[in-house]
C-alpha cells in the first residue's frame, strides 16, 4: 500500500484501497468522537473489528488524515503508538524543570509503579523516551554555545582548549607519525661513529635491533667476553752496583 497516496487527491472517481482505508479509519475515529473517547489507536480499533493496528498506524501517519481530524476538532495522540496517559507523562518527565525521579512523578499524577514498570517494557514507549531525551538536549544546544562563547571572551583557557578540540584546531591525543626503526638505525650510526671498541658496537647494535623489533633490549645476548689476556711490555733498568 502507498502511504503517499493518502497524501494526494485522486483523479480518478474510481475508489482505491488508500482511500477505502483512510476513510474507514476516519469515520471510526469520528465515532469514537462522539462518544466522548479521546483518540487513540486502540480507540479506533474498538471502534470497527475489521481494522488492524498495522492499518490505523499507516493512515495515523499521514498529515491528511491529523489535518482532517484537526479540522473536526478531533483531539489524538501525537504518537499513534502512545496513550493520552503516556504522552502526558513524557511531556511531564521530560519537561527541563523536573526534578523528580518516574516514580515519585508517576504516584504524584496517580500513575501505579505496576503500571510504568509495564510501559518501560513497552518498546514503542521506551523509543518515545529515548526520542524526546534527545529532541531536548537538542533545545539546549544553542544556549550551551552561547555559555561556552561568553567563557571563551572572558579569556577562560579551558573554554578555549575545549572549542579548539571541537572544531578540530587541536587535538591532544593526536600522535606524530614517528618511524621507530628508522630512528634506532640513525642512533646505531652515531653511537658507532664514536665507540670505538669493536665488541661494545657488536652488543649496542645487537640490543637496538631488538628495540626495532619490538622486543626488550635485554632479549639482546651479549657477545661473550674474550678469553685472552693482553700484557703490557714493562722495560725494566737495572742498575749495576759499584
Known sequence: ????????????????????????????????????????????????????????????????????????????????????????????????????????????????????????????????????????????LPMADAALGQLVQQGDMKAITFINQMTGRFDPNAKQNLDVPALLMQVQDIILRHVLDPAVKRNIARELIALASGQSQFAALPEPASNSVELSAETITVIPED
Open 1 to 140: 500500500m502507498d502511504i503517499s497516496k493518502f497524501e494526494t487527491r485522486l483523479e480518478s472517481d474510481k475508489k482505491t484501497k488508500e482511500q477505502a482505508l483512510f476513510e474507514r479509519v476516519l469515520a471510526a475515529a469520528i465515532a469514537a468522537d462522539r462518544q466522548g473517547l479521546f483518540l487513540e489507536v486502540q480507540v479506533i480499533l474498538d471502534q470497527d473489528a475489521e481494522l488492524n493496528k498495522e492499518q490505523v498506524e499507516l493512515v495515523w501517519q499521514s498529515s491528511k488524515l491529523q489535518r482532517a481530524l484537526a479540522d473536526r476538532g478531533i483531539k489524538t495522540t501525537a504518537n499513534p503508538n502512545l496513550t493520552l496517559r503516556q504522552e502526558n507523562f513524557l511531556q511531564a518527565y521530560l519537561n527541563p524543570m523536573n526534578l523528580l525521579t518516574p516514580q515519585v512523578l508517576a504516584k504524584r499524577m496517580k500513575i501505579s509503579l505496576n503500571e510504568i514498570d509495564g510501559w518501560m517494557r513497552q518498546k514503542e514507549f521506551a523509543a518515545a523516551m529515548v526520542a524526546k531525551s534527545e529532541d531536548n538536549l537538542k533545545k539546549y
